[in-house]
């Protein structure tokens, strides 16, 4: 028995030709001076994740939909999810750590006091599923109150050492 390689199938003179691809783009995020994000991507996705990045991460839980951050470290290998409201369905396997709710803004404030970097982001995750970040444990034994400063998530993510891949709602 031989085999051999066919031709693709020609298509009809009446059929309408197939669609190009989307061209990726390349895009990058610039947050005080300092790139964020660099990707070369399809246009919705980058769209997504430009958006996401401008915006105040304590807003994100005000949106009508929940979203999902897939975000992986700067330095090194490794992926963790910062989820508004659940887990989704499918995270990996092994099972990528999440941040979910409220433990989103225990990140945001610890990035905007600078009470956390990678390193600590990635023992957090160490810690995972079993334990939940709080506030307290987000900044530390600072001896006075702290107030969220308002950064932007992509602020936020580039003080925790983080990437922001994809946007997940």
């Known amino acids: 028995m031989t085999f051999r390689r066919m031709p693709p199938p020609s298509r009809r003179p009446s059929e309408p030709p197939e669609p190009p691809e989307p061209p990726l783009q390349v895009v990058e995020v610039v947050s005080a001076g300092e790139t964020v994000w660099q ?3 399809p246009p919705e996705v980058a769209l997504a994740v430009t958006e996401v990045l401008g915006l105040q991460i304590r807003l994100l839980r005000q949106m009508p939909l929940p ?3 897939l975000c992986s470290f700067a330095h090194g290998g490794g992926r963790v999810a910062l989820c508004t409201e ?3 369905a499918v995270l990996g396997d092994p099972p990528t ?3 979910v709710g409220p433990e989103v803004d225990a990140l945001a404030l610890a990035a905007e006091h600078d009470r ?3 390193a600590t982001v990635r023992a957090w995750c160490a ?8 506030g ?3 900044i530390g034994s600072l001896g006075h109150a702290v107030a969220p400063l308002g950064w932007t998530t992509g602020q936020v993510l580039a ?5 922001l891949d994809e946007v997940w709602s």
């Open 159 to 163: 003080g925790l050492g983080l990437r």
């Open 97 to 99: 750590p999440a941040f």
């Open 86 to 88: 659940s887990l989704p």
């Open 67 to 69: 979203s999902t951050l």
């Open 116 to 118: 956390a970097c990678e």
């Open 136 to 138: 307290r444990e987000a």
């Open 39 to 41: 990707a070369d991507a």
């Open 127 to 134: 810690k995972k599923p079993g334990w939940r970040l709080t």
